[in-house]
């Protein structure tokens, strides 16, 4: 079954940068784009960027620009997201989610919980 | 970007009742690539609807969703009490992918 795991949660000062890990399994993980979301506390969804496995291209949020950096390893089949120059507005739920044919999030992993404090 | 604006914040409902979410789109919605999906407390969105009317893997027929260009609904026909959750649509047609605010369906 298609599955998505991610890395556990983590703490970071302000200025850091974190590095979240989305490992998929279950598929073909080459054949299906890879999304970045976030859910600050308490709040809606806010979309950060997405990874097309094959070939490593990148869409990134204006927002997140020149702040976010998306990679992958297709030898294991896992998904990097990392966030530089971390803020206190940057605490969050960072999720993965498998791109459908089309676009939606069809699956999803279990969140990390990212907190920025000094 | 286009921005999506759900109505209402907030809907109260008894199980059985009827639900009608809305999603209103800043500007067209290409190809009508918008999504529906559920999140319940501490876990992840849950796709229920893609291309604005076709119900995801598993989705139970009491969930429905219409509209196209610029205006959305997400109907759910009896709410069953592991329907109370937040419905959050998308619309993943242009770039920037972007999300609305969210309804919370709350039991009455």
């Known amino acids: 079954q298609v599955q998505l795991v991610q890395s556990g949660a983590e703490v970071k000062k302000p200025g850091a940068s974190v590095k979240v890990s989305c490992k998929a399994s279950?598929?073909?993980?080459?054949?299906?784009?890879i999304d970045w979301v976030r859910q600050a506390p308490g709040q809606g969804l806010e979309w950060m960027g997405w990874i097309a496995p094959s070939s490593g291209g990148t869409n990134y949020a204006q927002s997140f620009q020149g702040r976010v950096t998306l990679t992958r390893d297709t030898s294991i089949n896992i998904v990097y997201m990392e966030l530089s120059r971390l803020r206190s507005d940057d605490t969050a739920v960072y999720y993965c989610a498998r791109l459908a044919a089309g676009g939606p999030g069809d699956y999803w992993g279990q969140g990390t919980l990212v907190t920025v404090s000094s | 970007e286009i921005v999506l604006t759900q109505s209402p914040a907030t809907l109260s409902l008894s199980p059985g009742e009827g639900a009608t979410l809305s999603c209103g789109a800043s500007?067209?919605?290409?190809?009508?690539?918008l999504a529906w999906y559920q999140q319940k407390p501490g876990l992840a969105p849950r796709l229920l609807i893609y291309e604005a009317s076709s119900r995801a893997t598993g989705i139970p027929d009491r969930f429905s969703g219409s509209g196209s260009g610029t205006d959305f609904t997400l109907i759910i026909s009896r709410l069953e009490p592991e329907d109370f959750a937040v419905y959050y649509c998308q619309q993943y047609g242009t770039s920037p992918r972007t999300f609305g605010q969210g309804t919370k369906v709350e039991i009455k």
């Open positions: 279950g598929y073909r993980f080459s054949g299906y784009y």
């Open positions: 500007q067209s919605v290409n190809s009508g690539y």
